[in-house]
């Protein structure tokens, strides 16, 4: 594309809303300015977290965006869902600095979207600039090892590939809406011991006192955006250990998102004692974070708070699917199927490339040699 410029942004606010999201599209959430910006106005991406932003915009002779990349230096491999710790580690005791790398995802959002955001044009040629010669562009000026696209499109990775990008894939499960009427014509789906268990989880979580509310962009205060920042402790201290997410990102998202934003909240005797946060994207429910308070629990609340409550909506509002995050056979028996996700990864280092492209090859048939496995344990019906 003759006369096309490539500009690397410290800060998204850079690049004014309207034009980042003609490119990024309604679709998708997580990869809208809105969602983006929150993150870094809330100081959970930036410098000092190992989360630079080096947003990459392609404009042309007369200054038109193009297309543009969630791209980020990154000092470490934390926040991403797609695991390199063990590439890192082999190429440092090779005598080789895996760190800083280039990350093209949404931080701390293990969400399948687009990653090479062209809007709705026809022409794919900026699509085709970004995975051929743009990112790669961007790795060698900052003298960087490498570059990572997770949680791309299976087409963009198809893209990628013929640009000579390394593929992996993963699994995450999901939830299909086939145009059920509603929850109970859900379970009549699946087989009957399937269907028995799940309303008898669905009926203790809600036999212990607690009641559920769900609550939409202006209606989540500031209160309740309190109470679920202790929740998103209290998991963090329970799994990881750090918490990413900084305390004024939650109020953010209802700011910009709007109606976007779900909060499943549940209730003790009026006191908010859990909550599970969902976007909503064009036809997906997001599952994305959840918490309870500390010292407490409760049968099944998870389950209820996060997948059941999250299907009802679905269904309500018409959505094709609901995909409740990384990981988690559990999943399965819950009535969500295995999906196959993608990456894509450029290693500017021969070896190393060569390396990773032999675990990439054993990984790839191990996954799909597994998945039959995995389709077993769903609770549908035979033809469901």
Same mark, same amino acid.
């Given at each position: 594309?003759?006369?096309?410029?490539?500009i690397?942004?410290?800060?998204?606010?850079?690049?004014?809303?309207?034009e980042?999201?003609?490119?990024a599209?309604?679709?998708?959430?997580?990869?809208?300015?809105?969602?983006?910006?929150?993150?870094?106005?809330?100081?959970?991406?930036?410098?000092?977290?190992?989360?630079?932003? =080096?947003?990459?915009?392609?404009?042309?002779?007369?200054?038109?965006?193009?297309?543009?990349?969630?791209?980020?230096?990154?000092?470490?491999?934390?926040?991403?869902?797609?695991?390199?710790?063990?590439?890192?580690?082999?190429?440092?005791?090779?005598?080789?600095?895996?760190?800083?790398?280039? =990350?093209?995802?949404?931080?701390?959002?293990?969400?399948?979207?687009?990653?090479?955001?062209?809007?709705?044009?026809?022409?794919?040629?900026?699509?085709?600039?970004?995975?051929?010669?743009?990112?790669? =562009?961007?790795?060698?000026?900052l003298?960087?090892?490498?570059?990572?696209?997770?949680?791309?499109?299976?087409?963009?990775?198809?893209?990628?590939?013929?640009?000579?990008?390394?593929?992996?894939?993963?699994?995450?499960?999901?939830?299909?809406?086939?145009?059920?009427?509603?929850?109970?014509?859900?379970?009549?789906?699946?087989?009957?011991?399937?269907?028995?268990?799940?309303?008898?989880?669905?009926?203790?979580?809600?036999?212990?006192?607690?009641?559920?509310?769900?609550?939409?962009?202006?209606?989540?205060?500031?209160?309740?955006?309190q109470?679920?920042?202790?929740?998103?402790?209290?998991?963090?201290?329970?799994?990881?250990?750090?918490?990413?997410?900084?305390?004024?990102?939650?109020?953010?998202?209802?700011?910009?998102?709007?109606?976007?934003?779900?909060?499943?909240?549940?209730?003790?005797?009026?006191?908010?004692?859990?909550?599970?946060?969902?976007?909503?994207?064009r036809?997906?429910?997001y599952?994305?974070?959840?918490?309870?308070?500390?010292?407490?629990?409760?049968p099944?609340?998870?389950?209820?708070?996060?997948?059941?409550?999250?299907?009802?909506?679905?269904?309500?509002? &018409?959505?094709?699917?609901?995909?409740a &995050?990384?990981?988690?056979?559990?999943?399965?028996?819950?009535?969500?199927?295995?999906?196959?996700?993608?990456?894509?990864?450029?290693?500017?280092?021969?070896?190393?490339?060569?390396?990773?492209?032999?675990?990439?090859?054993?990984?790839?048939?191990?996954?799909?040699?597994?998945?039959?496995?995995?389709?077993?344990?769903?609770?549908?019906?035979?033809?469901?």
């Amino acid at each position: 594309m003759t006369g096309t410029t490539m500009i690397l942004h410290r800060r998204i606010a850079e690049i004014p809303a309207r034009e980042w999201d003609a490119c990024a599209g309604d679709a998708n959430p997580f990869v809208s300015h809105a969602f983006l910006s929150a993150l870094e106005d809330s100081g959970s991406t930036g410098p000092a977290t190992g989360w630079l932003p =080096q947003h990459l915009a392609l404009r042309d002779g007369a200054g038109q965006l193009l297309a543009v990349a969630p791209l980020y230096a990154k000092s470490h491999s934390f926040g991403e869902y797609v695991f390199d710790q063990q590439w890192a580690q082999a190429f440092t005791q090779a005598g080789g600095q895996y760190y800083p790398k280039l =990350q093209v995802a949404v931080p701390f959002s293990p969400v399948p979207g687009p990653r090479l955001l062209v809007g709705d044009a026809p022409d794919a040629d900026a699509r085709r600039l970004l995975a051929g010669r743009a990112l790669r =562009q961007a790795c060698g000026e900052l003298d960087l090892s490498s570059v990572h696209i997770t949680f791309c499109t299976e087409h963009e990775q198809a893209l990628l590939g013929e640009s000579g990008w390394l593929s992996r894939l993963g699994v995450q499960y999901h939830w299909d809406n086939d145009g059920y009427t509603g929850f109970d014509d859900f379970l009549e789906a699946l087989a009957s011991r399937k269907r028995k268990a799940i309303r008898r989880e669905r009926r203790d979580a809600n036999a212990c006192g607690l009641t559920f509310h769900t609550y939409r962009g202006t209606e989540i205060t500031e209160s309740l955006w309190q109470d679920f920042y202790q929740f998103y402790l209290s998991t963090v201290d329970r799994k990881w250990g750090s918490a990413y997410l900084q305390p004024g990102f939650f109020p953010l998202l209802s700011e910009r998102l709007g109606e976007r934003v779900v909060l499943m909240i549940a209730r003790s005797e009026g006191v908010p004692v859990a909550g599970a946060l969902n976007l909503m994207g064009r036809d997906t429910l997001y599952g994305r974070n959840w918490g309870r308070l500390a010292g407490h629990d409760w049968p099944f609340l998870h389950f209820e708070l996060c997948y059941y409550r999250a299907i009802d909506f679905a269904i309500a509002h &018409g959505l094709k699917r609901v995909e409740a &995050g990384a990981q988690g056979e559990h999943k399965l028996q819950r009535g969500y199927r295995p999906c196959l996700t993608h990456s894509a990864h450029w290693i500017s280092h021969p070896g190393l490339r060569a390396a990773v492209a032999e675990f990439l090859g054993q990984e790839r048939a191990a996954i799909m040699a597994g998945l039959p496995a995995l389709d077993a344990l769903t609770p549908y019906r035979c033809g469901s």
